[in-house]
């Protein structure tokens, strides 16, 4: 693991009041455990199983985010503990966290997960996805399940305009939600953008969250 970039990264980080998330897949929990010595806190997979095998033999303070596609037979798994879903793509999966997370006497932090790449792999929400999703009377009563900002992954490329615009319709996004849905709700206040090859200029267009693995923890098999 590289640690004084970690450092260099997490100094950054600090002076914008931006999480870093350490996107731990694919990697063993003694890199995990190494990289927790050195203050990381926030841990990022994107396969349930693979979250499933870590998360015990890791510190009970670690707190674990989903950030890959999750469907909706996988939510009880990881309701017990996870700390946040940035994944969530339709009104029946934020239904189900609610649902499991009541079930553990829990409240799960949640991001829409909206579609700003070019790519058609990725997933996530459009604008008029989310205003249908967010219009839907039950959403109301979904206490156990908080909406707590947006995720976007931009599209993989050199180009550095297209990844800016990207991310600043991101950004715009989340303003438009927090104007017109959440004006009165404070802890909507995340955008998770930015990854191992975009992160720094993901933080310069406004991000509150970087996902970083690789760029940390060396090239993965």
């Known amino acids: 693991m590289n640690v004084q ?17 350490a996107v731990s897949k694919t990697y063993p929990p003694e890199t995990i455990q190494e990289a927790y010595q050195l203050g990381c806190r926030d841990f990022g997979e994107n396969r349930v199983q693979e979250l499933l095998e870590k998360q015990p033999l890791l510190p009970p303070d670690v707190r674990w985010h989903l950030i890959g596609h999750l469907q909706t037979n996988k939510v009880r ?21 609610n649902k499991q997370a009541a079930k553990c006497g829990r409240v799960i932090d949640c991001l829409l997960q ?24 039950p959403l109301k009563n979904l206490s156990n399940a908080r909406i707590c900002g947006v995720m976007g992954m931009a599209t993989f490329t050199d180009d550095e305009g297209q ?19 959440f004006a009165d709700r404070p802890e909507f206040r995340e955008i998770s953008m930015g990854m191992s090859g975009d992160w720094e200029l993901a933080l310069e267009e406004g991000s509150t969250m970087v996902r970083i693995g690789s760029l940390l923890f060396g090239k993965r098999s």
Request: glycine share 2%; hydrophobic share 45%.
């Open 5 to 21: 970039l970690l450092q260099e990264i997490q100094t950054k980080l600090a002076s914008k009041s931006a999480t870093l998330v």
């Open 77 to 97: 798994y990881i309701a017990p503990f996870i700390s946040m879903i940035h994944s969530v793509d339709s009104l029946r999966l934020l239904e189900e966290i």
């Open 114 to 137: 909206f579609h700003i790449a070019a790519e058609e792999t990725k997933f996530g929400l459009s604008r008029e996805e989310a205003e249908a999703l967010l219009q839907t009377g």
């Open 163 to 181: 990844i800016r615009r990207e991310f600043s319709a991101l950004r715009d996004t989340f303003h438009w939600l927090k104007t017109t849905w």
